[in-house]
């Protein structure tokens, strides 16, 4: 929220100054602080936002307070629709779409009775093994920044909108003691901007993260609350903790911090603080200001209309799930099996009759952590359950191996014409690290032995072999990825995922996911990640970028992904301000293609200009179609790339 000038905001200002008068001091202190008993924080882990969390409320003022849901891939509330992850959206490159989600997000939170939905989480991921990869849109922060951004403006057309973890939160089982160590040209250049266009696209709230930058836990950064987040960007909404342990002692309110969530734990110790002289009462007043006039500013927004209990997972609601998922699904590899003419996918149902699904996880409901993101659906379309419900209308039978016995995927692969082999992770491998569900950072970027052996198993008893991939980031394929001639990466598809994977294979739908995280070939590629760091130093590079500082070749890079169809790309031109290509599909079937534009840039303190995503198109085309592009170019370009990938070697490039 960012109010700006004009009457209407006099008028705010002048009703928020007049509760402020008329609020005693201990009402004020209160405000700052979630209503939760604490008692009860200790019972979160049974059900946690079973009903929304509230806060910072004044009745008597009427100021109806904060009702907190969490995100991001659905309202974590009641039976709600789970979209795909982020990550999995963010593999769309698809703004506009985000925002049609950020609006289902927002009315499915008010029509269960919360007005701040906390669920846009921007953190980047500078290594796959973080346990809560999935939570995020992705690596670079061009990316992070247009996709948060269209949630923002999505989800607030009905309710406040929280952006979170503020600032360099990438490791999961370390987030409450790390020291992120990190220069602050590299800070400013690699960590902060994508927040940065989450504030200037209007968010609420920002949520501060566990850990400490520099050597100061950021629920106490007066340097990233205040200095940077307030003084520079001009935010003028409200910081909230994150929970529990998000502020260490009540000092935080004299950095910048507004609201301890969920319960009033260390910040019962305010009028003691301010007493000494720890706090001022113009910091009370300040967070007590902000918490209201957010409040204000936003209580007129909505369509009550349509906050009705059957808006909750309804079937338009479903129906954005499943298209979320079609578009989110990255084709990795499509050969022709060994002995055929054509690529495996999609599949010939002229000639298969009888598809195997193999794997345990082709059964299960894998929608992702049991964390704090945790969504509950009334129900999953699992893998088998897509295929089991689209096959049969194409003259195909689906034959049921879903699980992890090698012996028996293999026979049942060895008496199908194709075999979908399902396999990947769960919440019990990554998500958030909480003692009562396992998950945290993955102890490995390979599959689990006995995936891979199932794999190779089905593969050599059937050369027409689909693997399909399910987890929050990057895996490692190199052991077995030569012996399948195609590969998915569903990540966790949502409670839809199923029907829109069965429209892939199938050929009913074209894929046009594009990775939105550089997959390597090792670990080695990598930087350093300790899962139980005390300290860990970042810098400006990794990702795509350090694959080209270091001269690189990763598995798949940044921004790639396969088609049914073939998209040409023109000579790029110069216009002005503007560079201009024509894109053609040149297949014989519709499909979109993500045009990304990269720039030699500088980041933070490493000297060297790498290509840097500065702009992105989701093109759909039908088939022969050919549209002309325009992109907007910043007078500081000098060299600029069109492709579609960070892959340099399929570059178009200008210099200017």
């Known amino acids: 929220m960012r109010l700006r000038g004009g009457s209407a905001d006099a008028v705010a200002a002048d009703d928020v100054e007049r509760i402020l008068a008329e609020l005693g ?13 604490v008692r009860d924080v200790f019972r979160m882990g049974r059900r946690y936002n079973a009903l929304p969390y509230e806060a910072a409320a004044a009745p008597r003022l009427g100021v109806g307070g904060i009702r907190f849901a969490d995100g991001p891939r659905g309202v974590v509330l009641g039976r709600s629709t789970a979209f795909p992850v982020a990550m999995a959206r963010g593999a769309t490159f698809d703004p506009e779409l985000e925002e049609r989600i950020g609006d289902a997000l927002g009315v499915e939170a008010r029509a269960q009775g919360a007005n701040l939905f906390a669920g846009v989480c921007v953190n980047l991921l500078r290594h796959p093994a973080w346990g809560r990869a999935q939570e995020t849109y992705g690596e670079d922060p061009h990316l992070l920044g247009e996709m948060g951004a269209a949630l923002v403006r999505g989800s607030q057309r009905h309710v406040m909108a929280c952006v979170k973890h503020f600032a360099c ?16 040209a590299d800070l400013r250049d690699v960590y902060l901007p994508h927040f940065r266009r989450c504030v200037d696209a209007g968010v609420a709230a920002v949520m501060s993260a566990y850990n400490k930058v520099n050597g100061a836990w950021c629920g106490h950064s007066r ?49 003691r603080a301010l007493a000494r002289g720890r706090i001022a009462a113009a910091d009370i007043d300040a967070a007590v200001r902000r918490l209201v006039g957010t409040q204000r500013a936003f209580a007129a927004r909505g369509e009550p209309e349509r906050y009705r209990r059957d808006a909750v997972a309804s079937p338009a609601h479903r129906a954005l799930a499943r298209e979320a998922a079609e578009r989110s699904i990255v084709l990795l590899t499509n050969a022709p099996p060994v002995g055929d003419g054509r690529a495996l996918l999609p599949f010939d149902l002229a000639s298969v009759r009888r598809i195997a699904v193999v794997g345990r996880l082709a059964a299960l409901p894998n929608t992702g ?63 958030e690290y909480l003692s009562c569900l396992g998950g945290g950072d993955r102890t490995a970027l390979r599959l689990r032995p006995a995936h891979e052996r199932l794999i190779e198993a089905v593969a050599a008893a059937n050369p027409r072999t689909v693997v399909v991939l399910m987890g929050g980031a990057a895996i490692v394929t190199e052991a077995w990825r030569g012996a399948v001639p195609s590969m998915l990466m569903a990540w966790y598809p949502g409670m839809e995922g199923g029907h829109a994977l069965a429209a892939l294979l199938l050929g009913d739908a074209t894929p046009s996911g594009r990775l939105p995280c550089t997959w390597p070939r090792s670990a080695a590629q990598l930087p350093p990640f300790a899962r139980r760091a005390r ?31 073939r998209f040409t790309y023109g000579a790029p031109r110069l216009e ?23 720039v030699d840039l500088a980041l933070g303190t490493d000297p060297r200009p790498l290509g ?21 170019l910043e007078p500081a370009w000098r060299r600029v790339h069109v492709g579609p990938s960070a892959d340099p070697a399929g570059w178009r490039t200008i210099a200017r």
């Open 25 to 37: 001091l201990d009402e004020k202190l209160r405000l700052l602080s979630g209503d939760l008993p």
């Open 169 to 184: 939160n990438s490791i999961e089982n370390a987030r409450f003691w790390v020291d992120v160590r990190i220069d602050e």
């Open 223 to 271: 340097h990233l609350l205040t200095d940077v987040l307030r003084r520079e960007w001009g935010f003028t909404g409200f910081v909230m903790s994150d929970f529990v342990l998000g502020v260490r002692g009540p000092d935080a309110v004299a950095a910048g911090m507004d609201l301890e969530m969920p319960s009033r734990i260390r910040f019962r110790g305010l009028g």
């Open 369 to 431: 952590d049991h964390g704090s993101s945790r969504v509950r659906p009334p129900e999953v379309a699992t893998p088998l359950a897509g295929l089991l419900a689209a096959a049969p209308a194409r003259g195909a039978v689906v034959v049921d191996a879903a699980s992890d016995d090698a012996a028996r995927g293999a026979a049942a692969a060895r008496a199908a014409d194709v075999a979908v082999v399902v396999v990947g992770c769960t919440f019990r491998d990554e998500g």
């Open 535 to 565: 300290i860990a130093r970042y810098d400006s590079l990794h990702g795509y970028r350090l694959m080209q500082a270091e001269r690189r070749a990763p598995a798949f890079w940044f921004g790639h992904g396969l088609s049914y169809t």
């Open 576 to 598: 002005g301000d503007a560079l201009v290509l024509t894109i053609t599909n040149a297949g014989e079937r519709a499909g979109a293609e993500v045009v990304q534009l990269y």
């Open 612 to 632: 840097t995503l500065r702009d992105f198109r989701r093109v759909p085309l039908a088939a022969s179609e050919s549209r002309e592009l325009r992109f907007a």
